[in-house]
C-alpha cells in the first residue's frame, strides 16, 4: 500500500522579542499559496501566521527534507524576524488591526470520537491566537477507515506528545483530541500542535509515528473501549499518568 504523508503547519514570527503579525509580509492564502517551486511547496499567511504546505512524502527523510526546505526558504525571505516555537501567543493589540488578523478558517472539522462536528473555537481572549502543525495522510485505507486512522492518530501521536508539547494554551481553540477532517485523498489529522517542526528528530517522528498509525489500523488491531475516554482525556487534559498507562499498554 503506497502511503504519502503531507503537512501544512503554522507558526508565528518575532522581532526584537515581540510576536509580531505576519500580515502582508509572505503574500498567499488558504485559497491561492504562493509556490516556491514546481513540486507543490507553498507558503503562505493564515491570520497573523505564517502557513506553508509541503509536497506529500514517502519517506521519512523526504518529510524532513521538504520541511526544511521550506522552513530555510522562509528564513531567507524573513531574515529580519526570529521564529517563534510557541504554538499559543497573546498578540498586542496594535498587532492585530488588520481586518485579516480577524478572519479565521471558516471549515469545520469533526471529531472521531462523537463522530460530531466539532463547534466553532472560542475564547474570551480576543488576542490569543494558536499554530497548528496538521498532518495529511494519502491511502487507500485513510480512505477506507478514515475513523479508525484518526483513532490511531490520537493514540500513536496525540497521546505521546504531551510528552514533548509543553503549550497547552491552544487546546483552549483548537487541537482536541481526535479532530479531523475527511480528505479525497484520505484524512487530515488536526490535533497538534506545530511543536514538532523545529527539529529534525521530531518531524521524523512524527512521519513515523504516523505510520505506526497506519500500521496499527492495518493489521486490525483494536483500541480497547474503555480507553477511548483515557485517550481523549490524556490529549485534552495534557494527563501525563494517563499517558504513562496507555504509552505502556500500547508500546508507543
Not at 136 to 160: M, N, S, T, Y
Not at 187 to 202: A, G, H, K, M
Request: proline share 4%; charged share 25%; with cysteine.
Amino acid at each position: 500500500m503506497k502511503i504519502l504523508i503531507g503537512a501544512d503547519p503554522e507558526f508565528f514570527l518575532m522581532q526584537n522579542g515581540k510576536h509580531k503579525s505576519a500580515v502582508g509580509l509572505i503574500g498567499g492564502s488558504k485559497w491561492k499559496p504562493l509556490f516556491i517551486d514546481n513540486e507543490g511547496n507553498a507558503i503562505q499567511e493564515d491570520n497573523v501566521s505564517v502557513e506553508f504546505n509541503i509536497k506529500p512524502s514517502e519517506t521519512k527523510e523526504e518529510f524532513r527534507s521538504v520541511i526544511n526546505k521550506v522552513l530555510n526558504h522562509l528564513k531567507e525571505k524573513l531574515n529580519t524576524f526570529d521564529f517563534s516555537t510557541d504554538s499559543a501567543v497573546t498578540f498586542d493589540k496594535d498587532e492585530l488591526n488588520s481586518p485579516q488578523a480577524t478572519q479565521f478558517g471558516c471549515e469545520p472539522d469533526y471529531n472521531a470520537w462523537s463522530m460530531q462536528q466539532n463547534p466553532k473555537p472560542y475564547n474570551s481572549n480576543k488576542q490569543l491566537r494558536s499554530a497548528g502543525g496538521h498532518i495529511h495522510i494519502g491511502c487507500e485505507l485513510a480512505q477506507e477507515k478514515p475513523i479508525d486512522i484518526i483513532r490511531a492518530c490520537d493514540l500513536f501521536l496525540g497521546v505521546p506528545s504531551i510528552e514533548y508539547d509543553k503549550g497547552v494554551e491552544r487546546r483552549k481553540l483548537y487541537g482536541l483530541a481526535g479532530s479531523f477532517r475527511k480528505k479525497e485523498y484520505g484524512v487530515e489529522y488536526r490535533s497538534l500542535s506545530n511543536w514538532w517542526i523545529f527539529n529534525d528528530w521530531s518531524i521524523e517522528w512524527v512521519f513515523e509515528q504516523t505510520q505506526k498509525a497506519i500500521n496499527f489500523v492495518e493489521k486490525q488491531i483494536q483500541i480497547d473501549k474503555e480507553d477511548y475516554y483515557n485517550i481523549q482525556k490524556c490529549i485534552n487534559l495534557s494527563c501525563y499518568d494517563t499517558y504513562l498507562n496507555l504509552k505502556s499498554k500500547y508500546n508507543l
